[in-house]
């Protein structure tokens, strides 16, 4: 079975890399599909977002990693997947997250959703929340990966 994992991942978190371990155990292959977003100014560009992820997966048989613009469901038939992966932190994800997978399957029936709780300590995490706090010079190892935590402490260097 393949999965598809689909976000900005601007920055790829802790919390993000352990959704994609658990979807190799459940699903044997997951597609973590980047987002590029041309109307939205990310804190990195697509490609250093690909190399943190590559970095972070690196340890991971199944993994693959590709870019992709548009629509979620035509990512996912372009690239023959089997279901979308989302994660959900808390109730207030579960209904925006619900409403996309409705309208992924209002647009293409062929996908289904599967929501995957995170695990508890990685339930605050938010790439928005580790970039405030990379922003303000906290530490942020314990919330991303090295290789992203290193890029974040040189991209807010004050």
């Not at 190399?51 to 590709?66: D, F, P, Y």
């Not at 290789?147 to 040189?154: P, T």
């Amino acid at each position: 079975m393949k999965a598809l994992y689909p976000g900005s991942f601007d920055p790829f978190t802790n919390g993000h890399l352990d959704l994609v371990k658990r979807s190799c155990d459940l699903f044997g292959n997951v597609l973590i599909a980047v987002l590029k977003n041309p109307s939205k100014l990310p804190t990195f560009n697509l490609e250093r977002r690909i190399e943190h992820i590559s970095e972070a997966t690196k340890e991971l048989k199944h993994v693959q990693i590709i870019s992709f613009e548009g629509l979620t469901v035509d990512c996912a038939k372009d690239n023959s997947v089997d279901l979308i992966i989302r994660g959900l932190r808390a109730m207030s994800d579960f209904e925006y997250e619900l409403q996309i997978a409705h309208t992924n399957r209002s647009l293409n029936s062929d996908y289904e959703t599967v929501f995957l709780a995170t695990e508890t300590h990685y339930s605050f995490l938010s790439s928005s929340v580790v970039k405030e706090v990379a922003r303000f010079g906290g530490d942020t190892t314990q919330m991303v990966p090295r290789i992203v935590s290193e890029d974040l402490k040189k991209t807010f260097e004050r």
